[in-house]
């Protein structure tokens, strides 16, 4: 049985680099794609933890693969490259491969699990997720015009999701992750809002989006885990500073 089970984060690798690699062949099934993408994760990461038999609250696993995947889709609703077209879904997949070898490791086979490996890889697909989908959201208010308090309101419960999903996976679960997740999310989505007037790329306000929910996440963790001081939250707070705006003096402004 263990056997079987060993090959599931390949299978999960590959079916959603298939399948999203389908998108650019057949732009009209997109969504069709993510769905059968998105189960076939969700399914795949069921079956290593036995659907919460080996692993209690699997589905919170589940959600971070299902995330990425989703938010993978949605910007390459705006990529124009070919050559991306092609990479993003082979990096997709082998993302959700790593994250599903991980926590097949940490399931079945604990002594070869490398410790926090899940706890960062976690963390690396949420931040790809937010910029991804911070690229669709701010594509979809300068293409189609959608309305800033709709993708506002969408904003808000992802980022605050995959906040709460990073501390959940850092075996943060109480209610202050709960009230963190809250409050993230909604300083985030003040923040996407304000970026949205920015007369900038599209691309650019997702990244300043993103490296605003890096930085946040990290001083979070870092507070609860008991490892917050002076000089990690001065490198935080420095870093961050020192990106946001390298990024905003090199970028084009319209």
Do not use: C
């Amino acid at each position: 049985m263990i056997l079987v089970v060993r090959t599931i984060p390949f299978l999960i690798g590959i079916s959603t680099a298939a399948l999203l690699s389908m998108v650019s062949v057949w732009p009209n099934s997109i969504l069709l794609l993510a769905i059968l993408a998105v189960v076939a994760v969700v399914y795949g990461i069921g079956n290593l933890t036995g659907f919460g038999r080996d692993l209690e609250g699997w589905w919170h696993v589940a959600v971070t693969p299902a995330l990425f995947v989703v938010s993978a889709v949605a910007f390459m609703l705006f990529v124009e490259s070919s050559w991306l077209l092609i990479a993003i879904p082979i990096v997709t997949g082998v993302f959700t491969f790593f994250f599903a070898e991980h926590l097949f490791r940490f399931v079945h086979l604990p002594s070869l699990y490398q410790p926090y490996a899940l706890e960062h890889t976690s963390l690396v697909l949420h931040v790809a997720s937010m910029f991804f989908l911070s690229t669709a959201f701010y594509g979809l208010q300068t293409f189609l015009q959608t309305q800033s308090w709709l993708l506002a309101i969408f904003f808000f419960a992802f980022s605050g999701m995959m906040v709460y999903e990073t501390l959940w996976v850092s075996k943060i679960r109480d209610s202050k992750a709960i009230r963190v997740a809250v409050i993230g999310g909604l300083m985030l989505t003040e923040l996407f809002v304000v970026f949205s007037f920015l007369p900038t790329s599209f691309f650019v306000n997702a990244a300043a989006s993103t490296l605003v929910f890096y930085v946040f996440l990290g001083i979070m963790r870092a507070s609860f885990l008991q490892r917050l001081s002076k000089v990690v939250l001065k490198r935080y707070a420095i870093a961050g500073s020192v990106l946001l705006l390298l990024l905003f003096v090199t970028a084009r402004w319209v």
